[in-house]
T-cell receptor, first 113, second 114 residues
Framework: DVKVTQSSRYLVKRTGEKVFLECVQD?????MFWYRQDPGLGLRLIYF???????EKGDIPEGYSVSREKKERFSLILESASTNQTSMYLC????????????FGDGTRLSIL | AQKVTQAQTEISVVEKEDVTLDCVYE???????LFWYKQPPSGELVFLIR??????QNEISGRYSWNFQKSTSSFNFTITASQVVDSAVYFC???????????FGGGTRLMVKP
């Protein structure tokens, strides 16, 4: 079974802090994704990566950056956290085979005070 | 641009009732893929089904069934004889043939009461 692991289930940070959310997958997947989930809006894509050191902006990249130094790890960075970034963050991975689904982690519920 | 609409934000049923979750999509592509995911209270999205645009056969898996109709751009999900364990948020999603990005609907929260 594919396992996508997010480093924290719950995180509380303060406005202006630099925040790192970590995600690791164990299936050697090429693609990795970061989404945020807000009530009524579903999941919105922040960034994705299709290879090491490669990244592409999703629908809502403003205020975020990402890092992929190793194939199994994809980090989401909030450079200067703001209260409107309080949300549930979900990481996903998939192989390069477009028939295959994305596999998701348990999510990190981030609160910015 | 792609769009997925799940008009039902919340549905509440009593155990053993049948329930249908609606999904309507918009895309200009002729080849695309539709997905349903379940998100239980634990938070992890669990993949349920994938359907290709060129395969309009409906599918049944136990108590779950899916009705794909290209003519109405809909991909509805029916749970027969619902159970309390079916309580979750369900998401419909669309991916085009060009890449791996998914467009999600807003989700439907299903509450099954004993």
């Amino acid at each position: 079974d594919v396992k996508v692991t997010q480093s924290s289930r719950y995180l509380v940070k303060r406005t202006g802090e630099k925040v790192f959310l970590e995600c690791v997958q164990d299936m050697d997947h090429e693609n990795m994704f970061w989404y945020r989930q807000d009530p009524g809006l579903g999941l919105r894509l922040i960034y994705f990566s299709y290879d090491v050191k490669m990244k592409e902006k999703g629908d809502i990249p403003e205020g975020y950056s990402v890092s992929r130094e190793k194939k199994e790890r994809f980090s989401l960075i909030l450079e200067s956290a703001s209260t409107n970034q309080t949300s549930m963050y979900l990481c996903a991975s998939s192989s390069s085979d477009i028939y295959q689904p994305q596999h998701f982690g348990d999510g990190t519920r981030l609160s910015i005070l | 641009a792609q769009k997925v609409t799940q008009a039902q934000t919340e549905i509440s049923v009593v155990e053993k009732e049948d329930v249908t979750l609606d999904c309507v999509y918009e895309t200009r592509d002729t080849t695309y893929y539709l997905f349903w995911y379940k998100q239980p209270p634990s938070g992890e999205l669990v993949f349920l089904i994938r359907r290709n645009s060129f395969d309009e056969q409906n599918e049944i898996s136990g108590r779950y069934s899916w009705n794909f109709q290209k003519s109405t751009s809909s991909f509805n999900f029916t749970i027969t004889a619902s159970q309390v364990v079916d309580s979750a948020v369900y998401f419909c999603a669309l991916r085009n043939n060009a890449g791996n990005m998914l467009t999600f609907g807003g989700g439907t929260r299903l509450m099954v009461k004993p």
